[in-house]
């Protein structure tokens, strides 16, 4: 990790790029950025703090959300989980994640709703949809996710689906990475005329370091940034 010259001037180009973006398809509305964090150790982390003025930071792995937690509990940061969570890590850290984008499976949400009970809360989820064809890229395939919604929504009230989460295939063709997003915006305009009780959707998240630019231009709400932040993991 650079020094803070750096990290600012890396957030003010990503702002500006943001901006011009939006400018271009005439959106007015303010994009969210999740800084991604994963690899980078709680010290590093708390550097960016005063730079990035940012709450909330999104870890793809259980275990090192659960450390950061606890090493900076006194900076109140939320913890998104964006990453494929196993069902035996549920109970270790569900009391440390303020939300779930990574939500792909009916066990994993009985799973989380059954820890939330315990607990007597509830939490912010965004459904990951499955975009492209790779084996590693997890999520409900779009034609099941009115189903999926459904049952959450009648089986499991302590989780809030608030939209959708998606990774945009690995390749250099601009098209095919703009076909997945595309793919989840329709998806989330289809379902949006449903009405299923406690479920809406606001938010779409998508766009990382090296495709915020096309997620913005397909609707994205929310863009992903680590390696761009952060520098190389
Ligand atoms: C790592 C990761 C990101 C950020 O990736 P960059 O290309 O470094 O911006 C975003 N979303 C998910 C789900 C990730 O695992």
Redesign the pocket.
């Known amino acids: 990790m650079n020094n803070d010259k750096f990290l600012q001037e890396r957030l003010e180009s990503i702002n500006e790029r943001i901006t011009k973006t939006c400018q271009r398809i005439g959106y007015g509305k303010q994009i969210s950025i999740l800084p991604?964090s994963?690899t980078f150790n709680s010290e590093v982390i708390a550097e960016t703090l005063k730079i990035l003025k940012m709450k909330r930071f999104?870890e793809?792995r259980a275990q090192e959300i659960k450390t950061k937690y606890y090493d900076l509990l006194e900076h109140n940061i939320e913890w998104v989980m964006?990453?494929n969570l196993q069902l035996n890590k549920v109970n270790s850290i569900i009391n440390c994640i303020g939300e779930i984008q990574s939500l792909d499976r009916l066990e994993l949400a009985k799973s989380i709703d059954h820890q939330l009970q315990k607990n007597n809360r509830t939490i912010k989820a965004l459904v990951q949809i499955k975009t492209s064809p790779e084996p590693s890229k997890h999520g409900i395939y779009p034609d099941d996710l009115l189903t999926f919604l459904q049952k959450v929504s009648d089986n499991f009230p302590r989780i809030k689906i608030s939209g959708l989460m998606t990774?945009a295939e690995l390749t250099e063709d601009k098209d095919k990475i703009r076909s997945c997003f595309r793919t989840i915006r329709k998806l989330r305009d289809k379902v949006s005329k449903h009405n299923i009780e406690s479920v809406n959707m606001d938010n779409l998240s998508m766009g990382?370091?090296?495709d915020f630019e096309i997620a913005i231009e397909e609707g994205s709400t929310e863009i992903?940034?680590?390696?761009?932040l952060f520098g190389h993991r």
């Not at 992903?224 to 761009?228: A, D, E, N």
Request: proline share 0%; no cysteine; net charge positive.
């Open positions: 991604v994963k999104g793809n964006i990453g990774v990382m370091s090296k992903r940034l680590g390696s761009i």
